[in-house]
């Protein structure tokens, strides 16, 4: 006998469930990309992210990351 089971989640319940794998599944694509197309991202020198870049390389060779929680970020 086939039967379904309703389940039923919460707007947060379902975000705590979907934002790890979708940010897995995001990663996950952009490396597969990234390794089967290498001249698909580029940074020029004169982009401003290129700074901004330079300075995160820098600072994760000198150990100084720091990173804050989802509810500093989105005031939750």
């Known amino acids: 006998m086939n039967t379904s089971q309703k389940i ?3 707007q947060d ?4 469930v979907l ?10 694509e952009l490396l597969r ?5 290498p001249d698909i991202f580029f ?5 401003p992210i290129y ?4 300075d ?3 600072r994760k060779t000198a150990d100084a990351l720091e990173f804050l929680s989802h ?5 939750e």
């Open 19 to 28: 934002e790890p794998l979708i940010r897995r599944i995001i990663r996950e």
């Open 43 to 47: 940074l020029h020198p004169e982009m």
């Open 56 to 58: 995160i390389a820098q």
């Open 8 to 10: 039923t989640f919460s």
């Open 71 to 75: 509810e500093e970020i989105w005031n």
């Open 33 to 37: 990309v990234t390794q089967q197309q």
């Open 51 to 54: 700074a901004d870049m330079v």
């Open 13 to 16: 319940e379902l975000q705590h």
